[in-house]
C-alpha cells in the first residue's frame, strides 16, 4: 500500500475530507469515495456558515446535503473491483484511485500553496468517478454545469440545471 501526504491543504479541505471519511463510514466502507468527497466539501463544522461548495449547490441546483446523501444511499453497493485500487494515507484513510488522481489534480499532493475546496471539485468532476456521476444523475446535475460553475462561482445564477 502506498502512503500519501496531502501538503498545504486548507483547514476547510481538511475538515471536508474528515467528513468525508466519516460519510463512508456511515456507509460502512473502510475507503473514500468520490461521492462521500462532495459530500464532504459541503459539510461544515457546527453548520453555522455555509461551504462555499454547499453554497453553489444550493444556488445554482437547488440541492443541499441531506439529497446528496439520499442519493449516495440509493446507490447500488459498489463493485469490489473499483476497491482494487484503494490507496492508503498516512492517518489510515484510504481512497479510491479517481479520488486521489482528484486530489493530485487539485494541487492538494505536493502543491506549495493552499487547496480549496473548489480545487477539489474540479478535480473530482474532471475524473470522470462513475459513482459521482451517477450520484449527480440522481440528483439532476449536468457535470459540465457544475464545472462551469466551480470555476466561476460567482456567475450568474440563469439556467441553473
Known sequence: ????????VSREVD???????DNAA?????????????????????????????R????????????VSDAIKGIAVRSTTSVVHEQQLSGGIRFTRSVL???????ALGAKEHT?????LLGLIRT????????LKELNIDPKRLEEVAKNPNMPLVGSR
Open 1 to 8: 500500500m502506498i502512503t500519501v501526504q496531502l501538503e498545504n
Open 128 to 135: 470522470r468517478d462513475a459513482m459521482l456521476l451517477h450520484v
Open 56 to 67: 453553489i449547490m444550493r444556488q445554482h441546483f437547488d440541492v443541499g446535503r441531506s439529497q
Open 116 to 120: 480549496k475546496r473548489f480545487d477539489i
Open 101 to 107: 488522481r482528484a486530489l493530485k489534480l487539485s494541487g
Open 26 to 54: 456511515r456507509f460502512g466502507r473502510s475507503y473514500i469515495g468520490a461521492e462521500d468527497v462532495l459530500f464532504g466539501l459541503m459539510y461544515s463544522p457546527g453548520h453555522e456558515l455555509e461551504s462555499s461548495v454547499a
Open 15 to 21: 475538515v471536508a475530507l474528515k467528513a468525508a471519511h
